[in-house]
């Protein structure tokens, strides 16, 4: 399934998607985090929390995860999953940066 153990904050951003806990989700961001959605770029907390609701826990997101592995960079992790919910279903990969035990960059390609 993985070539390492997945770091606290992305086991949060899974287990609080699939709880539908939000206020959970978004606290596993740093203040300053960067999320880009294929191209749709939010910045801050507050743009997280703007991205769960029209994008993940507002479209009842669940996470079904297959593997995570290490990115190229220090600190770099990459997640294979299987979405399902009322908004995107199928297959994806999240690129995610941690800093200071938290997400500090999370991209949807």
Sequence with gaps: ???TAMP?????F???TNAGDSEGFVAAFTDDAYLNDWGREFHG????????E???IGKRSHFDVHGIRAGRMPEQYLLTLTVS???YNGPGTFTFDLRDGLIARFLIA
């Excluded at 606290?8 to 949060?12: F, G, N, V």
């Excluded at 907390?45 to 769960?52: I, K, L, P, T």
């Design 54 to 56: 029209t994008d993940n």
């Design 85 to 87: 919910g009322d908004g």
């Design 1 to 3: 399934m993985s070539d």
């Design 45 to 52: 907390r507050d743009g997280v929390a703007s991205w769960n």
């Design 8 to 12: 606290d904050a992305i086991r949060a």
């Design 14 to 16: 899974v287990d609080t």
